[in-house]
C-alpha cells in the first residue's frame, strides 16, 4: 500500500513539547518531509531527513526517523501560539526518475495558553 | 520574492461550468504540480510536469486538463465543473523532477454547487 498515517489532533499546553506521529509504507522511500500549513495558507516546508539517518535537529525541530518500523515523528520543543497549525507528514516514493510525494492526512495541533 | 502564485484565491463555480486555475513561479523551477487537498485526505497529485514542454496525470487525473505555457506557468482545467471537485487546489513547484523541495502556493479554495 501506499498510506501515510498520521494522528488527526493534538493538543498540547505552551511551554511544553509537541510529539506528532507518522507511519509510512515504502521503505523505498528517500526522503521523508514535514510541512506546515497555517490557516488559509499553502504548506510549508518544515524539515526533511534523508533515509538513511536516524535523527536530525534544526532549532526547536527535532525530526526521527525509525526505518525498521517505518516511524517518524517530529518533536517541537517550547511549543508556541504560532505553532498552531496542521502538520502533514509525506514521503517521498521514487520510480525510474520520477519522484512522488505521498502525503498523510495531516495532523491538527492545537496550542493552549 | 513571490515564489509560487496562484490565482483566483476563491471561486465559486455552478455544475457544468468551465474555469482554469492559474499557478506561476518565479525561481525558475523545471517541475510543476498541482495537488487538491480534501478534509482528512492529505494532498492529493492530479497532475504534474516534470519539465516545460511535458505533462503526466497524477493520482486523480479526471476532469481535469493542464497546460505548460512556459517554463513558469502551468494552468489547471476543468472543463465541466462537478460537486465533487469542490477542494481547495494547490500549486507546487521543484527544481528537480525528483520532487525534493517542494514549494508551494497559498491555494484556490473552489466550490461548485
Known amino acids: 500500500g501506499e498510506d501515510v498515517e498520521q494522528s488527526l489532533f493534538l493538543s498540547v499546553r505552551e511551554g511544553d513539547s509537541s510529539v506528532i506521529n507518522c507511519t509510512y509504507t515504502d521503505s523505498s522511500s528517500t526522503y521523508l518531509y514535514w510541512y506546515k500549513q497555517e490557516p488559509g495558507a499553502g504548506l510549508q516546508l518544515l524539515t526533511y531527513?534523508?533515509?538513511?539517518?536516524d535523527m536530525k535537529q534544526d532549532q526547536r525541530l527535532t525530526v526521527l526517523l525509525n526505518k525498521k518500523d517505518k516511524h517518524l515523528s517530529l518533536r517541537i520543543a517550547d511549543t508556541q501560539t504560532g505553532d498552531s497549525a496542521i502538520y502533514f507528514c509525506a514521503e517521498l516514493m521514487t520510480t525510474d526518475s520520477w519522484g512522488k510525494l505521498q502525503f498523510g492526512a495531516g495532523t491538527q495541533v492545537v496550542v493552549t495558553p | 520574492n513571490a515564489g509560487v502564485t496562484q490565482t483566483p484565491k476563491f471561486q465559486v463555480l455552478k455544475t457544468g461550468q468551465s474555469m482554469t486555475l492559474q499557478c506561476a513561479q518565479d525561481?525558475?523551477?523545471?517541475?510543476m504540480y498541482w495537488y487538491r487537498q480534501d478534509p482528512g485526505m492529505g494532498l492529493r497529485l492530479i497532475y504534474y510536469?516534470?519539465?516545460?514542454?511535458?505533462?503526466d496525470k497524477g493520482e486523480v487525473p479526471n476532469g481535469y486538463n493542464v497546460s505548460r505555457l512556459n517554463k513558469r506557468e502551468f494552468s489547471l482545467r476543468l472543463e465541466s465543473a462537478a460537486p465533487s471537485q469542490t477542494s481547495v487546489y494547490f500549486c507546487?513547484?521543484?527544481?528537480?523532477?525528483?520532487?525534493?523541495?517542494?514549494?508551494f502556493g497559498q491555494g484556490t479554495r473552489l466550490t461548485v454547487v
Open positions: 510536469s516534470a519539465s516545460e514542454g511535458t505533462t
Open positions: 507546487a513547484s521543484s527544481e528537480y523532477e525528483s520532487h525534493t523541495e517542494a514549494f
Open positions: 525561481m525558475n523551477h523545471n517541475s
Open positions: 531527513i534523508f533515509s538513511n539517518m
